[in-house]
């Protein structure tokens, strides 16, 4: 559609096709962008590869992992205990960070093989996380 809707305006478009959808093949596209944003980037004279967001989303993430680590070594030291995110934000001394907490925990619970899981609570201020497993270990 999109190809279409350019064609009839007069705009140009490329289309690539791919015999098959593979690790390599998907790898040649991705460095295919990379080079086009690239170039692209140096004719209209911005440097495509200088994005301060970027390195402050990676700290923000680090973060993350790490309020998500304490609380795994909080819930796994009280195993059958349930706790809400306010509780184990309390807890951690970081009360400012409940909400987090609370989305760190919901995404484990939801996924298996985590040793997490949400008990009931209708809201995220009621919703309780038990540890049921074992010792968390450090994501890589």
Request: charged fraction near 20%; include cysteine.
């Amino acid at each position: 559609g999109t190809r279409q809707a350019l064609y009839e305006k007069g705009r140009q478009s490329v289309t690539l096709t791919l015999d098959e959808v593979s690790p390599f093949s998907v790898g040649v596209l991705i460095a295919l962008f990379e080079r086009a944003v690239g170039f692209y980037a140096s004719l209209v004279n911005i440097n495509a590869y200088h994005q301060p967001g970027v390195q402050a989303g990676k700290e923000a993430a680090d973060e993350v992992l790490k309020l998500q680590l304490a609380a795994l070594k909080l819930l796994s030291a009280q195993p059958g205990v349930g706790l809400t995110a306010e509780e184990m934000a309390a807890q951690l001394g970081k009360p400012a960070e409940a909400e987090t907490l609370y989305k760190v925990c919901q995404r484990l619970a939801a996924n298996p093989g985590r040793s997490l899981t949400r008990r009931g609570g209708k809201t995220p201020a009621t919703a309780t996380f038990v540890w049921q497993g074992a010792a968390p270990q450090p994501e890589q």
